[in-house]
């Protein structure tokens, strides 16, 4: 059976070719959906890391019951005397980071772009993390030096003037410096850097800081020094080692990030839902010409186990080939997205392609599966062929009828479909399981009302075919009786189209 399954792809190339177009662009979508998000996460580490490179211990506000994307809460400049009073610290300085706009002569923002703007202030060695490409460091309170990305994307340089807009006004600065952050983009976010105490000013937290950068004395561990200092600050500030820091912050980035791998995969498995009506229909298709190669087949002796397992071997190669391909195809869709990110605004950042074993396992065995139970209803109507039907003009003989219990399962999936995208949307879900929540229900709507449409097919035909045999004749009246006959074949048909327009409508 294994030499008839290969044959019979052979024979039938362009029509496989298709069948594995279908498996390979969902496939792609999912494997580019991981590849992606893998490599931001994998950026915003090295970005933490730099940021952090030369702090052994950093010191900052508590985020405890802080608001999502709210700056925290300043503290008084005093606790920078009192962290370097600590026995084993060899040098300390505090610093400013906080939100603020770059507005043009008319007070409106610059960028329409989605990442924030940022105000840092300057920082000695070795705190020092941004490296400057062009110019200088700003060194009084009329200076500023700003990010390459926002330089580039606003046409700005050297000498230019930046209206920077914080709680204390609107300031105009001459830019004397292009920076950067590592050899990464900044995601999209701006950053202008000025002297400390004109970042205290602009931001007004004048005689307060955002945080502390702490370097030990030779032969003091970070871990110890940290303990050391925590004793002598109160609970409201958080101490930890440098590499704690740029942990805790890169997994605040990716928690807030983790929404768009959802909706990147939700739109992966909507291509592979629709490329498995293409699958089962190609099959359907395929079958019903091969009934007398069949009946052949079961005349020399094959089995109907034999029979499915052809069967089932056939789309078994699609899918291994559909997966394998589409794995490949999905890197470089990856690299397709970023670049239309970037059009839009929003650079992601990235510090290198990184390509997961999971990735590669998941798309697979996801490629595979979908294949696999798109095929095998086909698969299971090839083994009823009898062997009498490769001497006849026989049809392939009908599916089983679908029973109440059938019907019942899809109405309580489009009920429960319905009730669970409400949840998510009227429920005040955290918005990860809002998420969640509305594309399960969508799936669950969308294979609920699949299941239930061949017995909307005869009444939906009729209906939509009354006037068109009015307008055609016979034609009119040949389309309503080839759509009604195969009620099963013209809803799967219409399923794919069905669910490429809520896609579009979403």
Request: aromatic residues 6%; charged residues 20%; hydrophobic residues 45%.
């Amino acid at each position: 059976m294994t030499k008839v399954a290969i044959r019979g792809l052979a024979q039938r190339k362009l029509r496989a070719f298709i069948t594995t177009l279908a498996v390979l662009l969902g496939v792609a979508f999912i494997a580019g959906s991981y590849v992606l998000t893998d490599t931001i996460n994998r950026s915003f580490d090295d970005i933490f890391d730099q940021a952090y490179a030369g702090t052994d211990v950093a010191i900052s506000s508590s985020t405890t019951g802080q608001t999502d994307g709210a700056d925290l809460p300043p503290f008084s400049e005093r606790y920078l005397d009192r962290v370097r009073q600590v026995d084993g610290v060899e040098k300390a300085a505090g610093g400013i980071f906080s939100t603020a706009r770059f507005v043009d002569a008319e007070g409106e923002q610059l960028s329409a772009g989605f990442a924030p703007e940022f105000v840092s202030s300057t920082a000695p060695a070795p705190f020092e993390t941004l490296t400057y490409t062009e110019g200088r460091p700003p060194e009084n309170a009329d200076e500023a030096s700003i990010d390459e990305s926002t330089a580039d994307r606003e046409g700005l340089g050297i000498g230019d003037t930046l209206r920077i807009a914080g709680p204390a006004g609107v300031k105009a600065y001459e830019i004397v410096g292009l920076q950067r952050l590592g050899e990464t983009s900044s995601g999209g976010a701006g950053t202008a850097q000025l002297t400390l105490p004109e970042a205290q000013r602009l931001t007004d937290k004048e005689g307060e800081l955002d945080g502390i950068s702490v370097q030990a004395a030779d032969g003091v561990s970070p871990a110890t020094l940290s303990q050391r200092i925590d004793q002598v600050l109160p609970p409201r500030l958080t101490v930890e080692t440098g590499t704690q820091a740029a942990e805790r912050q890169s997994e605040d980035i990716k928690e807030d990030l983790s929404f768009f791998r959802i909706v990147l995969l939700v739109f992966g498995g909507v291509a592979l839902i629709v490329g498995s009506f293409l699958i089962f229909n190609t099959f359907s298709i395929t079958v019903a010409q091969r009934i007398r190669e069949l009946g052949m087949l079961r005349t020399l002796g094959a089995t109907r186990g034999q029979i499915l397992r052809g069967m089932v071997l056939e789309a078994a190669i699609i899918g291994v080939i559909g997966s394998l391909v589409g794995v490949l195809a999905g890197i470089g869709f990856a690299s397709a997205l970023n670049a239309i990110f970037k059009s839009f605004g929003i650079d992601l950042p990235n510090t290198g392609t990184v390509i997961a074993a999971r990735t590669i396992i998941v798309s697979i065995v996801v490629g595979m599966l979908v294949t696999l139970a798109a095929a095998l209803s086909p698969a299971l109507r090839a083994t009823r062929v009898s062997p009498m039907a490769a001497l006849l003009e026989a049809e392939l003989p009908e599916s089983r009828r679908h029973g109440r219990i059938f019907t019942a399962v899809a109405v309580l999936l489009m009920l429960g479909g319905i009730a669970l995208t409400c949840v998510g949307i009227f429920g005040g879900l955290e918005s990860n399981a809002a998420a969640g929540a509305v594309g399960g229900g969508a799936v669950a709507t969308l294979f609920g009302v699949s299941m239930f449409s061949p017995r909307l097919v005869r009444p939906l035909a009729s209906l939509i075919g009354w006037p068109l045999e009015r307008l055609r004749g016979i034609t009119g009246r040949l389309a309503r009786e080839n759509a009604v006959r195969k009620p099963g074949r013209t809803a799967v048909t219409a399923g794919a189209l069905m669910i490429g327009l809520a896609v579009v409508v979403f």
